[in-house]
């Protein structure tokens, strides 16, 4: 498994949102569903729902969207982006199956 920067700075801010609104106990389990999620993912890649007609995936993770896909030539799951809930994160996650960068 691997993640993108964009990935590693979104779980940063995310665990930093669940400990300033929520408290250390509420990070701890954000972190702990979060491992949860890339085991799950990591043993079954296309586990999660597609995101429209991309090869992206997404799972719930706490109260935010992580998104991702597999990587069948390297045989990894690559963790893209990990949007707030509330967010219009379908529209950015479309972005996303564009971006050659990511």
């Not at 991702?68 to 994160?89: A, C, H, I, P, Q």
Request: include cysteine.
């Amino acid at each position: 498994m691997r993640a993108t920067e964009h990935f590693a700075q979104d779980l940063e801010d995310s665990t930093s949102y669940y400990l300033e609104r929520a408290g250390k106990k509420s990070a701890q389990h954000f972190l702990e569903e979060y491992d949860r999620f890339c085991s799950l993912v990591s043993a079954f890649p296309g586990y999660g729902s597609p995101v429209g007609d991309t090869d992206l995936r997404w799972r719930k993770v706490g109260v935010f969207i992580a998104v991702y896909r597999e990587d069948t030539d390297n045989g990894e799951v690559v963790l893209l982006r990990l949007y707030y809930l509330s967010s219009n994160w379908r529209i950015h996650a479309l972005g996303i199956s564009r971006d050659t960068n990511t």
